[in-house]
């Protein structure tokens, strides 16, 4: 009995998928075209590359355009999607900024788009993300070099503020010391007793001059005149602000302005 070799179907299939992959992958890892060639590759799973120069969004779908008309390819991003693509970010990231788009392009109303599926469907060229992370960095250095300056300037209004506290210190130092000094002198004051003024000699006897000599004086007469004409007091109070008052007895005393003249008199006869 002759025995027939069987066929050996697997490994065909096999290689089939893997080559279905590899092609797909092919396909995907294929050189883009550029934006303005769409129109030529409808039908096609492609990945197209250009400048997006607007966005425009509806409650149904944003638009990506490479054109400013809005009227060749777009990509398009149905509001199903605008959880995965929100329509701000789109706007934010990829206005203005060169990127890839993958997926089949199709015809609508005679204009080739590209709906995008997912955040994997679109991305920035190389040149965009290096540009991208410069930006940050310089966006991250610019704000790190503000940040610093805000700081400096709260470092300098806290030092500015230390020295006014300081000098409003010292000078409330100086007060309270002036404040001191002042007590200390009224404490001093108040626990010297005042000196008593001294008790007029009525009933002591003493010699009385005469009474023309007493009759003349007169006021502007200095204190020299005074004790030439009724001799020298028997006691002398100073009334402060060089003021002063002689007192002679029996009720009688001449009062001397700060310049030493006589001023007012008590107890003497009118000349």
Partial sequence: MAF????????????????????????????????????????????????VLGVRCTKLSCLLAFDPTFNRFTAVVQAAKFGDLPPDQLEQRYTGRQVEVHGKIVDNDKKPEIVLQSPQDITLTVG?????????????AQAQVETLARIGDVLDRVSALTERMAAVQERMELLLGELEQRNAALAQALATPAPSAPVPSYGEPQARPAYQALRTIKRGMSRDEVVRLVGEPISVEDS??????????????ISFDARGRAQSFVGFPAP
């Fill in 4 to 51: 027939r070799p069987v066929k050996r179907r697997a490994p065909l299939l096999l290689g089939a998928g893997v080559a279905l992959l590899v092609s797909a992958g092919l396909a995907r890892a294929a050189e883009p075209i550029s934006w303005d060639q769409a129109e030529q590759h409808v039908g096609e799973e492609a990945t197209v590359r250009g400048r």
């Fill in 128 to 140: 965009e993300r290096k540009k991208e992370r410069d930006e940050e960095r310089t966006n991250a």
């Fill in 240 to 253: 402060g602000g060089g003021w002063a008052t002689w007192y002679y007895g029996y009720g009688r005393s």
